[in-house]
């Protein structure tokens, strides 16, 4: 990833397909820092099975190790340097990650073979001039790259996605360039959308009906965030969580614990469920723990 490639960009992405200890995110957040001329945002997307545990992950980075948590299967999203470098960790199957989600990378690290299949899946998320590196220079991952538009040329373990024929849909030949935009509402929703679109460039004004940001509903004293459950731990589950660890993220960052904001808890009464086993997989038990007698007395529990 020659640092000249991201000079003055609005963003760059990176896609990885196994994240490991994240010695290679690490890597780029690093070249990122120390880069003048780094693009105004790094997102890395990167796929993972099983991610390590977290005393293994913070062994190499604290600030990384400090959001390794929870991570059930699905998409989690981590920020740092104020939102600037996203980490977007998808856990499970690496062609399922790669389908659920719709973007074109600008540089892939390949860290294992892949069948033609999952070759295929990555050239998708390709656009003419992106890099790939790959870790083995075996001939016939040679052979199905070039067969999905990838072609060597300068570097031995480098490729670039330069098909002889023009892929389908719409591919960017650079990255689109912010511009202005309006966002009606200064909530928390309306402020989350601003604040997101600022970091990447976007010039941003809101507007709202009140004299002053949150007067409406976002602004009330008390409220409850709390993820949506299902047996089935589907879609609306995960997005659900996924935005209350957001919430938590930004809450320890900008706010008072115990003045502004708490982490309490919400207790989830199993009816019709005799069934399910009351401990949950170690992925999932930073979000859920058994009741205790005191906390089911308070409720009206036996």
């Known amino acids: 990833?020659?640092?000249?490639?991201?000079?003055?960009?609005?963003?760059?992405?990176i896609l990885e397909t196994g994240f490991g200890l994240g010695l290679n995110f690490l890597a780029a957040w690093r070249a990122w820092k120390d880069d003048p001329q780094r693009p105004g945002m790094l997102h890395y997307y990167a796929v993972h099975g099983t991610p390590v545990s977290a005393a293994a992950i913070a062994g190499q980075s604290d600030e990384l190790g400090a959001q390794w948590f929870g991570l059930t299967?699905?998409?989690?999203r981590l920020e740092f340097e104020a939102g600037r470098v996203l980490l977007t960790l998808f856990v499970g199957n690496l062609r399922d990650g790669l389908r659920q989600e719709p973007f074109y990378a600008d540089?892939?690290?390949?860290?294992?073979p892949a069948d033609l299949h999952t070759l295929k899946?990555?050239?998708?998320?390709?656009?003419?001039?992106?890099?790939?590196?790959?870790?083995?220079?075996?001939d016939e991952l040679r052979r199905d790259l070039a067969q999905c538009g990838f072609q060597f040329r300068q570097s031995e373990g480098v490729a670039e996605f330069d098909p002889a024929w023009e892929p389908r849909g719409q591919r960017p030949i650079t990255t689109s360039k912010p511009g202005c935009?309006?966002?009606?509402?200064?909530?928390?929703?309306?402020?989350?959308?601003a604040a997101s679109l600022a970091r990447r460039g976007w010039?941003?004004?809101?507007?709202?009906?009140?004299?002053?940001?949150?007067?409406?509903?976002?602004?009330?004293?008390?409220?409850m965030i709390a993820p949506h459950y299902s047996p089935d731990d589907n879609l609306l589950s995960r997005l659900s969580r996924s935005g209350v660890r957001a919430t938590f993220l930004q809450a320890g960052q900008h706010l008072r614990a115990g003045v502004d904001w708490q982490a309490d808890g919400v207790l989830?009464?199993?009816v019709g469920e005799p069934d399910r086993p009351l401990e949950a997989?170690?992925?999932?038990?930073?979000?859920?723990?058994?009741?205790?007698?005191?906390?089911?007395?308070?409720a009206g529990l036996a």
Do not use: F, N, Y
């Not at 390709?126 to 075996?138: C, D, H, K, N, V």
């Not at 966002?183 to 989350?192: D, F, M």
């Not at 997989?281 to 308070?298: L, Y």
């Open 1 to 13: 990833m020659p640092p000249a490639a991201w000079a003055g960009l609005p963003q760059w992405r």
């Open 73 to 76: 299967p699905g998409v989690h």
């Open 107 to 112: 540089a892939i690290l390949l860290d294992a």
């Open 121 to 138: 899946a990555i050239a998708r998320h390709s656009r003419r001039g992106t890099t790939l590196a790959i870790r083995t220079s075996a």
């Open 181 to 193: 935009c309006v966002v009606i509402g200064a909530g928390l929703a309306g402020a989350a959308a």
């Open 203 to 223: 010039r941003v004004t809101v507007l709202d009906a009140a004299t002053s940001p949150a007067s409406g509903a976002s602004g009330v004293p008390v409220a």
């Open 268 to 270: 989830e009464h199993r």
């Open 281 to 298: 997989p170690p992925s999932a038990q930073p979000w859920t723990r058994a009741a205790s007698h005191d906390e089911k007395a308070s």
